[in-house]
């Protein structure tokens, strides 16, 4: 007999991430690039899914974020809708899709949420993006921050590196997360920051905070799932913790079926129709 699977709760929105905040329970969030492992996902309860550009990198073979357009977003936020009916769902917005001007920002994000299916997005940085996000806020469009490390200024940070170590750049930091929350963010992804900034930023707050190798005092936490399950033949970054070694068994897998196919074992009688 099938054993029958506990019922999912009910649908996450902003206000569930904000009573959250409040209450002290833990926000879960992963990326997802396509529909079975958005279902994944909302099966196994996780509250927000990501639509990260980090796609780039872990399905496209780009060497970073930054080649990832808008249509590459569009096509895999269509795809994790289709697969999600609880998460909240997060979309990336793509480098140079709305930094400079904010009526083109509300456009294009419109766009992510119009035909792709994208209940909020997120938006890299502070300071020169602030007038897009206003904008957006403007626009009836929920906006997630993002500060630390922030890939798409991968080449201005002079690579992945920890962001924040010197009491000068704690404070700078602290300001532009509450530049964010005056805007109205409704939460704040903190990358790549040393665990005693991303707790000061936290209590600082009133929106919840998501780490991302900050420590586990943020008001939740978020991995790729790629890097969560093991699929990679690289190491993960030093904050991840595998949860699976994924890459190994179907590597595994594939050699068996190799040798099956070139032994004869594969098709056998109960692979064949007689």
Do not use: C
């Not at 991430?17 to 329970?25: A, F, N, Q, V």
């Not at 099966?43 to 808008?70: M, Q, W």
């Not at 590459?72 to 979309?91: D, P, Y």
């Not at 920002?105 to 949420?113: E, F, N, P, S, T």
């Amino acid at each position: 007999m099938t054993k029958k699977l506990p019922a999912l709760s009910g649908k996450v929105t902003v206000q569930t991430l904000r009573d959250r905040k409040r209450s002290g329970e833990k926000i879960v969030a992963l990326t997802a690039y396509d529909a079975p492992m958005a279902r994944l996902l909302n099966r196994a309860e996780v509250d927000v899914i990501l639509v990260g550009d980090s796609v780039g990198n872990v399905k496209l073979g780009f060497p970073n974020t930054l080649p990832v357009t808008l249509e590459h977003m569009l096509h895999h936020t269509q795809a994790v809708r289709r697969g999600n009916s609880r998460a909240f769902l997060v979309a990336d917005m793509p480098f140079l899709t709305y930094e400079f001007d904010p009526k083109e920002a509300v456009r294009q994000v419109g766009r992510l949420m119009k035909e792709g299916g994208a209940e909020a997005v997120k938006v890299e940085g502070a300071g020169a993006v602030l007038p897009s996000i206003r904008a957006l806020i403007g626009a009836n469009i929920p906006v997630m921050g993002h500060l630390g490390l922030t890939p798409q200024s991968v080449h201005r940070l002079g690579g992945y590196r920890v962001q924040g170590r010197s009491p000068s750049e704690g404070d700078r930091l602290l300001r532009e997360a509450r530049q964010l929350e005056k805007e109205g963010a409704f939460a704040l992804v903190l990358e790549a920051v040393p665990g005693p900034l991303a707790r000061r930023v936290t209590r600082a707050l009133s929106i919840p905070t998501i780490g991302i190798g900050a420590g586990k005092e943020t008001d939740g936490q978020i991995l790729v799932l790629d890097d969560l399950l093991g699929f990679s033949d690289v190491p993960p970054p030093r904050f991840v913790k595998p949860y699976a070694h994924l890459w190994t068994e179907a590597l595994s897998a594939v050699r068996r079926f190799r040798n099956d196919v070139r032994s004869s074992r594969f098709p056998g009688p109960d692979q064949t129709y007689s």
